[in-house]
């Protein structure tokens, strides 16, 4: 007997709806991550000429779930102090890959830690002695912790 493809046609379009349905709900918690703290899309932190950040390397201030334990979402325009008020190795004056051409680029704009950035604006003397945040590249995933965890933690008090 011969396959009715008729049947055939309608079980590969349930196929095909059934993984579309789960490629749509397996993206629903990384797509709700991607919102600025301005309440848009997150915006690109790095621009043209720029080393290209972010912890997935794309340029934006976002992770792929809970694999970033340094919750780099902040994005700020990058100061050569950062490194040393926040304590950590010298990286803020190294050059990595650029951002949509070959070579190496300066740091410009740079996904920092949410963590670090607290202490940065708590150590530098407030938000008027800190570099420039980029607002619409920062992601509201640090502003929501900056939230949660402001009761117990005066550094992010300052942040909020």
């Known amino acids: 007997a011969r396959p009715n493809l008729g049947t055939q046609a309608a079980k590969m379009m349930a196929t095909l709806r ?3 349905a789960c490629a749509a709900l397996l993206a629903a918690p990384t797509l709700a991550t ?3 703290i301005m309440g848009g899309p997150l915006q690109l932190c790095s621009k043209p000429g720029m080393a290209l950040t972010g912890f997935t390397r794309d340029g934006h201030c976002q992770d792929q779930g809970d694999d970033d ?3 780099h979402h ?3 325009q990058m100061k ?3 490194c040393t008020v926040t304590g950590q190795p ?3 004056t190294s050059k990595m890959p650029c951002m949509g051409q070959t070579g190496t680029c ?3 704009n740079w996904c920092v830690c949410q963590w670090a950035f607290a202490r940065y604006i708590q150590m530098a003397g407030g938000c008027d002695s ?3 945040l980029q607002c619409d590249a920062t992601n509201m995933a640090a502003l929501k912790a900056y939230e949660a965890h402001a009761a117990e933690e005066p550094s992010l008090q300052t942040a909020l």
């Open 18 to 20: 059934l993984a579309v």
């Open 34 to 36: 991607k919102t600025s």
């Open 69 to 71: 334990a340094g919750s």
């Open 74 to 76: 902040i994005c700020i």
């Open 80 to 82: 050569e102090d950062f």
């Open 90 to 92: 010298n990286w803020c």
């Open 106 to 108: 300066p740091i410009g």
């Open 130 to 132: 800190i570099v420039d």
